[in-house]
């Protein structure tokens, strides 16, 4: 019972010694897409640390403009339904910004300043 302590020890400490000697790999990924960021305003940086953890800018800034409502919805679809880990706090803010900045009012500006419907 002895050798067999002393052998999980061993085993142990060897284990330990190479896990410290491992190299650290990092992985850099390609920024968002230029066309694709989010607009700046107040929220922009909660919405960027909060939602690119599992989707870029342009899952954003693509969607339909939503009104207040709908954008509250869909982002506790993210965190009931995709399991984000977005706080009450942070997700209020989320939802504000999105309805400000991508909401209805938004997208008639946007048909003004193109000159028509897209």
């Known amino acids: 019972m002895?050798?067999?302590?002393?052998i999980f020890w061993l085993i142990l400490v060897l284990n330990f010694a190479a896990a410290s000697g491992a190299q650290q790999m990092s992985i850099k990924l390609p920024p968002d897409n230029a066309a694709a960021q989010v607009k700046d305003g107040s929220g922009d940086d909660t919405v960027r640390r909060n939602c690119t953890i599992c989707h870029s800018t342009d899952?954003?800034?693509t969607q339909p403009h939503l009104d207040a409502m709908h954008w509250q919805a869909e982002v506790q679809k993210m965190i009931n339904v995709y399991g984000a880990r977005i706080n009450e706090s942070d997700?209020?803010?989320?939802?504000d910004y999105l309805a400000k900045n991508y909401g209805p009012q938004e997208r008639k500006k946007e048909e003004k300043v193109g000159g028509g419907k897209r």
């Open 59 to 61: 899952y954003i800034v």
């Open 91 to 95: 997700a209020k803010v989320i939802a």
């Open 2 to 6: 002895k050798n067999l302590a002393q």
